[in-house]
């Protein structure tokens, strides 16, 4: 059986994607790909949905990114919990203070936080984490609702929160700055293989090598090879082990 190589990270929902949207999807049939694909307010949410019917490799999350709390999160609510049966995961959810410097904005974004963590509570789904500057405060709070499957992606933390990650059980996900950051191949390097998840946070552009090009999901075998080498995994391995850690990040 060959293994899936799976983005747990990916807004393939972006606009940038629209008009390439079946390539994409040829692409990853024919690479045995899948994506976790994740939205950031009600309307991407929809939109998001309505991919995951065209391709089952579209896992679909849903939920409000922490820079977008003016979203009306009661309609979102009434949309999630409608199509629950059909979504994947919940996310991009989590907190940012760089997008909510104000104390009131920012408790705003922990109440959106903690309804939407509500929510993957209540049906059992994985929820994929933006943690920028505030991996402390959402380790602090994670463990008072009962969801066994997180990810923080594009971990950013130091060592000693990556150790506070893994002592929650947290998966954590690396994107392509694998492939040439020194302090990202150090935190891999810290982490449980078995608790490794990776990511192109596409469309987000990087630097170096991907040359601030739009990021694609074609970048996977690139971020997979530069992990294999890191580990000292064979790319095979490191495939099928990887398939694992998002199986079980999925509960498939
Ligand atoms: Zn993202």
Redesign the pocket.
């Given at each position: 059986m060959i293994p899936w190589i799976i983005d747990s990270?990916?807004?393939m929902n972006d606009q940038e994607y629209d008009l390439i949207i079946e390539y994409i999807s040829n692409f990853m049939s024919q690479n045995h790909m899948k994506a976790c694909c994740?939205s950031?307010d009600y309307s991407s949410s929809i939109k998001t949905m309505s991919l995951s019917k065209k391709s089952r490799l579209f896992l679909p999350f849903v939920g409000i990114?922490p820079n977008q709390i003016e979203d009306n999160i009661e309609l979102f609510m009434e949309f999630a919990e409608h199509n629950i049966d059909q979504i994947e995961g919940i996310?991009?959810i989590g907190l940012d203070k760089t997008y909510n410097p104000s104390n009131s904005e920012f408790k705003k974004q922990i109440a959106y936080f903690m309804i939407q963590l509500e929510l993957a509570e209540k049906f059992k789904k994985p929820v994929?984490i933006?943690s920028r500057n505030a991996i402390n405060i959402i380790c602090s709070i994670i463990p008072s609702y009962s969801i066994s499957n997180v990810s923080l992606?594009?971990f950013d933390g130091s060592q000693k929160q990556l150790k506070l990650a893994m002592d929650l059980g947290f998966f954590v996900s690396y994107g392509p700055l694998l492939v040439y950051a020194k302090d990202k191949q150090s935190l891999l390097l810290h982490t449980d293989i078995n608790k490794i998840l990776l990511?192109t946070?596409g469309p987000?552009r990087f630097s170096r090598c991907f040359k601030h090009r739009p990021t694609q999901i074609s970048f996977m075998p690139s971020i997979l090879f530069a992990a294999s080498k890191l580990l000292n995994v064979s790319y095979p391995d490191l495939t099928a082990i990887l398939e694992k850690n998002s199986n079980n990040f999925l509960c498939i």
């Open positions: 990270h990916i807004h994740v950031t990114h996310g991009e994929s933006h992606h594009w990511e946070d987000v």
